[in-house]
């Protein structure tokens, strides 16, 4: 089981746990390709989604994990909630808590906030995303996908490329991958990375074609175009040329290389439609093994010494 009472990003788990989150979903991905979809591990207890940003995948397949496992599971938005009053995120989760919720899922545009709201509840805190801090579930299932098609991770050189500056993705898949034995190295245009991002071990450069030879994984991440008003690249047109996944490019990397995203995609910006709908492409299988990924850690949360606070 894992040491915290809460899922808060991979920077502090451990590989052991990382392992242990893996092996499980394995066992539930085999319930969500069944035809009898329904366990009763999370039978009387209560999951709540807490979005204060937008999100199909995480909170619809957390959701589903929960309802798969005979949990119960409730959504709380923040535009029809009392936050749009005023209410604190502490007194919202406070509130949460003590109407018996067993575990909160939290996406919110604050760098932080599930460390803030662990602090304060009992309940199980899972992070869906904060900021451009991490998104651990995400990376999760990619590396689930990535050991599932390849066998392992150990060894794996993983290109990511794109708008790495504002990805919590990439930030959780770094902390994961490179404790689990695979080499990445990021790729995008210098005004989308991160100062200092190389001192946590990976590779950086701005050749998309450098990064991508010779990789067994290239993953693409959306390029926030609503960023592109600040002047971060040229245009999407030339963005698209330099940085984007096309099939020339993707080519580069090994034969039978996976090609990765976590959606949702920019068709023709920083993937080709070609390259999305390849044999190679996982995008869809993503989807699926998020649910069992979340499953995974829906079961063994609820099955934690409840303390509050958490790493």
Do not use: W
């Amino acid at each position: 089981m894992l040491k915290s009472k809460d899922l808060l990003g991979l920077r502090h788990t451990a590989p052991e746990e990382i392992h242990e989150i893996l092996n499980t979903a394995e066992l539930m991905k085999v319930v969500i390709t069944s035809n009898n979809k329904k366990t009763p591990h999370l039978q009387g207890r209560s999951v709540m989604t807490v979005f204060y940003e937008n999100s199909t995948r995480t909170r619809l397949s957390f959701e589903l994990a929960c309802k798969y496992m005979s949990g119960t599971a409730s959504n709380m938005s923040a535009p029809a909630s009392s936050v749009t009053k005023g209410e604190t995120l502490v007194d919202t989760a406070r509130t949460l808590d003590v109407m018996g919720t067993d575990v909160m899922i939290l996406r919110h545009p604050m760098s932080g906030a599930p460390h803030l709201m662990a602090r304060n509840v009992k309940a199980a805190v899972i992070n869906a995303g904060d900021g451009t801090n991490e998104h651990p579930t995400q990376a999760l299932l990619d590396m689930y996908t990535m050991r599932e098609r390849l066998g392992g991770l150990k060894g794996l050189r993983v290109a990511i490329v794109g708008d790495v500056a504002h990805s919590r993705v990439a930030r959780s898949n770094v902390y994961g991958l490179t404790k689990m034995g695979a080499s990445v190295v990021l790729a995008g245009p210098p005004t989308l990375m991160p100062p200092r991002i190389g001192e946590l071990g990976v590779e950086v450069t701005d050749r998309v074609d450098d990064a991508v030879r010779g990789a067994d994984v290239v993953m693409g991440l959306r390029i926030q175009v609503e960023r592109q008003k600040k002047g971060l690249f040229p245009s999407v047109r030339e963005y698209r040329k330099y940085f984007g996944l096309t099939e020339e490019r993707v080519a580069l990397a090994r034969r039978g290389a996976l090609v990765m995203h976590p959606g949702p995609i920019n068709r023709g910006v920083e993937i080709s439609t070609a390259v999305a709908d390849s044999p190679e492409s996982t995008i869809d299988e993503q989807v699926t093994n998020g649910v069992a990924v979340r499953m995974a850690l829906l079961f063994m949360l609820t099955r934690q010494k409840p303390e509050i606070g958490g790493i």
